[in-house]
């Protein structure tokens, strides 16, 4: 199956990305709007941290997630992009402890389990990469970067095409306007062809 760029690219890439997802700034079960409840002087020292991450500052923008966990604890933010630096700097565990600490303080966030799923697919816990990506469903529906993690599972490394169909269809749905989409479309009709020979061989099998 045809791939732009190569496996680790696309997993390091959807990773990082969770840097600046929208639940990285709430937190509890039933967050009220954005504007009512974030403080301004933590939007601003949130925003800050994250455009040193994208400097490549990772040492000033952790020194700065850090005193933002102590200041407002309530928020998963900064916790979770503590995980992304600590994870990229290949430091595993310390990435799924501030995890952890991220999925207590926001119940909802799918972007805190597909972080810990991409850790483990890395270290080769295929089993736990599949259910953190399914945790991450199950409480976030719509978040659509733990579809398309998922899918990439079943393709590349469970090797069940058939799963990773079913999946990459459920990322479209869930990201319709995705810039992965129009690779996912070329992945997803070659899987259809895939799927459809192995069920005409089986066919022919019982015949």
């Not at 979770?80 to 990435?95: K, S, V």
Request: aromatic letters at 8%; one cysteine or more; charged letters at 20%.
């Amino acid at each position: 199956m045809s791939r732009p760029g190569s496996t680790e690219r696309r997993f390091a890439v959807v990773a990082l990305a969770l840097a600046l997802g929208g639940c990285a700034l709430g937190g509890g079960k039933e967050p009220a709007p954005v504007a009512d409840v974030v403080p301004p002087a933590f939007t601003t020292r949130y925003d800050a941290a994250i455009a040193r991450v994208a400097a490549g500052d990772d040492a000033a923008a952790a020194a700065e997630f850090r005193a933002l966990v102590r200041a407002y604890p309530a928020y998963a933010g900064p916790a979770l992009n503590l995980a992304l630096i600590e994870a990229r700097a290949g430091r595993d565990a310390t990435a799924l402890a501030w995890l952890g600490g991220a999925a207590k303080t926001c119940s909802r966030c799918g972007a805190v389990w597909t972080e810990a799923g991409v850790i483990h697919r890395k270290a080769g816990r295929l089993k736990d990469a599949e259910a953190a990506y399914q945790r991450s469903i199950e409480l976030e529906a719509g978040y659509g970067l733990a579809y398309y993690n998922l899918a990439v599972l079943y393709d590349l490394y469970l090797q069940r095409p058939e799963l990773a169909l079913e999946t990459y269809r459920r990322y479209q749905a869930a990201s319709p306007e995705a810039p992965l989409n129009a690779s996912v479309s070329q992945w997803v009709t070659d899987l259809e062809r895939r799927v459809a020979s192995a069920a005409a061989a089986r066919t022919k099998e019982g015949t």
